[in-house]
Structure formats: structure tokens, C-alpha cells
């Protein structure tokens, strides 16, 4: 069992930044690929970004690719979402997720754990 609790979440301007965190506890010594992914009111949970466990290899959906940048700190048991020129479409519920086996990672069905999610809202 692995539990997640993302941070960082909070209300700023367009074209401003936010870093989220999720810290993870439990089972961390098993070597889950994580992803980011949010959602906004009246839509469904949608892929933002996901790593690998080595942090080798990441992806990102096609709407925040060059804003956002994914990352981890193993050491830590911890991994983030800087997010960059904030538009008021980021406005979501964002989630964090834990996998095993890097494939399909753009599918929530994919992945076991889930953290309770973090607001981010961005103001135009």
C-alpha cells in the first residue's frame, strides 16, 4: 500500500507559477512510475504528466508540454509538477498517481494509488 498527499496547490494570476508536491509513504521501496493529472468541474480526469522511477524517461499531454516539467527525488519518496505560465484552462483538482510498468500512462485505469488532489486555480 502507498499513500500520496499532494501540496502546493493555491489561487494565482495567468502567466504565474506553481510547483506542486506529492509525498509518498507506505510501500515506497517498490519502484512505482508516477503521474500527474487533473480535473476540472464538469470534466473528466485528464493526463498531464507522468516519470518513470528512474526519472529516464517523461511525458506530458500535448496542452502543458514546455510550461510544465515533471521531476522527482527518489530520496525523498517525493515527486513535482512545476507548472509555468499558468493559463486560467490549468484550473483543475490535481491528483497524483502511482503505477508500475511504464506503459499505457496516459490512462488513469492504469494506476493503483491516488492522492486526494490539490487545487490550482489561475485567474485571467
Known amino acids: 500500500q502507498v499513500q500520496l498527499v499532494e501540496s502546493g496547490g493555491g489561487l494565482v494570476q495567468a502567466g504565474e507559477s506553481l510547483r506542486l508536491s506529492c509525498a509518498a509513504s507506505?510501500?515506497?521501496?517498490?519502484?512505482?512510475?508516477m503521474g500527474w493529472f487533473r480535473q476540472a468541474p464538469g470534466k473528466e480526469r485528464e493526463f498531464v504528466a507522468a516519470i518513470s522511477w528512474s526519472g529516464g524517461t517523461t511525458d506530458y499531454a500535448d496542452s502543458v508540454k514546455g510550461r510544465f516539467t515533471i521531476s522527482r527525488d527518489n530520496s525523498k519518496n517525493t515527486v513535482y509538477l512545476q507548472m509555468n505560465s499558468l493559463k486560467p484552462e490549468d484550473t483543475a483538482v490535481y491528483y497524483c498517481a502511482a503505477t508500475l510498468g511504464y506503459t499505457d500512462i496516459y490512462d488513469p485505469k492504469r494506476y493503483n494509488y491516488w492522492g486526494q488532489g490539490t487545487q490550482v486555480t489561475v485567474s485571467s
Open positions: 507506505g510501500r515506497t521501496g517498490i519502484r512505482y512510475d
